[in-house]
């Protein structure tokens, strides 16, 4: 059994910053990605970042590239997500997501929500 949990999230006005931090365990966890996806109300989940296990590579999408951060601390399954200069368009539910054995993103949080406000 594969747990991952979200932590932080709430309110933070517009051009403020928040993090999230995200942990997963259990014995069958391969975790060689961790991923942060977002959903807005009414609309579709995307992707927002992630982190590779190895190399420290990392991914963002174009919407968030310059404000974000992701890191991922070296030899555990805890990965963080700095947000910077935050705006309302990034109002969301915020998920974590980590691969598994077939490089799918199978295991999934049950989300934090972040509003920003003007």
């Known amino acids: 059994q594969v747990q991952v949990e979200e932590y932080g999230g709430g309110l933070v006005q517009a051009g403020g910053s928040m993090r999230l931090t995200c942990t997963a365990s259990?014995?069958?966890?391969?975790?060689?990605?961790m991923a942060w996806f977002r959903q807005a109300a009414g609309q579709g989940r995307e992707f927002v970042a992630a982190?590779?296990?190895?190399?420290?590579?990392?991914a963002y999408a174009d919407s968030v590239k310059g404000r974000f951060n992701i890191s991922r601390e070296k030899g555990k399954n805890t990965v963080y997500l700095e947000m910077n200069n935050l705006n309302p368009e990034d109002t969301a539910v915020y998920y974590c997501a980590a691969t598994g054995p077939a490089g799918d993103y199978d295991f999934w949080g049950q989300g934090t929500q972040v509003t920003v406000t003007t």
């Open positions: 259990g014995h069958t966890f391969y975790g060689v990605t």
């Open positions: 982190a590779r296990s190895s190399g420290g590579s990392t």
